[in-house]
């Protein structure tokens, strides 16, 4: 059975699991200071929808998800699709590792490691190393090793008749 979980329900459990850590037991007085590991929480088979204006813009999901900070999770095993404004596919993302942090306008990507990137249609597409995803502005930077392909479907042409 597959469970989805609300961007609103994972955003309150991440705010709820971060922003308050767990109290402390006081050590005595004349002891130093033991610094305590910091709580972490993990996601495992870590999906959400990023919906806005009331349809569905991205989609994401992750092997598993740390939680770094409220609206931040860094993702083993990402992949990532965006949708047309018709609702159809439009690019789809994978990466193995990476941060995704929700912004106000959608969604920041980064990570110093690999990006496969390819539109639906598998008329296009690239991979690098060491990629920013900004998808509230449009805007896709990867730095190194870049390649790209084009696919592109040229007109049939008829033979010339033979004299």
């Known amino acids: 059975?597959?469970?989805?979980?609300?961007?609103?329900?994972?955003?309150?459990?991440?705010?709820?699991?971060?922003?308050?850590?767990?109290?402390?037991?006081?050590?005595?007085?004349?002891?130093?200071?033991?610094?305590?590991?910091?709580?972490?929480?993990?996601?495992?088979?870590?999906?959400?929808?990023?919906?806005?204006?009331?349809?569905?813009?991205?989609?994401?999901?992750?092997d598993t998800a740390r939680i770094v900070a409220p609206r931040e999770f860094d993702v083993e095993s990402m992949k990532a699709e965006t949708f047309r404004a018709d609702g159809e596919s439009d690019m789809v993302a994978e990466s193995p590792a990476c941060r995704v942090a929700m912004t106000t306008n959608g969604f920041l990507v980064t990570s110093s490691g690999a990006l496969k990137l390819t539109?639906?249609?598998?008329?296009?597409?690239?991979?690098?190393?060491?990629?920013?995803?900004d998808?509230?502005?449009e805007r896709l930077t990867v730095s190194n090793h870049v390649e790209s392909f084009l696919n592109i479907s040229l007109p049939r042409t008829s033979p010339a008749p033979v004299r």
């Open 135 to 137: 998808h509230g502005a």
């Open 1 to 62: 059975m597959t469970r989805r979980i609300s961007i609103a329900a994972l955003l309150s459990a991440a705010l709820v699991g971060c922003t308050e850590p767990p109290e402390k037991p006081h050590a005595p007085t004349n002891a130093p200071a033991a610094p305590g590991p910091a709580a972490v929480q993990t996601v495992r088979n870590w999906n959400f929808s990023l919906q806005k204006e009331g349809r569905t813009q991205g989609r994401f999901h992750g």
């Open 119 to 133: 539109q639906a249609d598998g008329r296009f597409g690239l991979t690098g190393e060491g990629f920013r995803w």
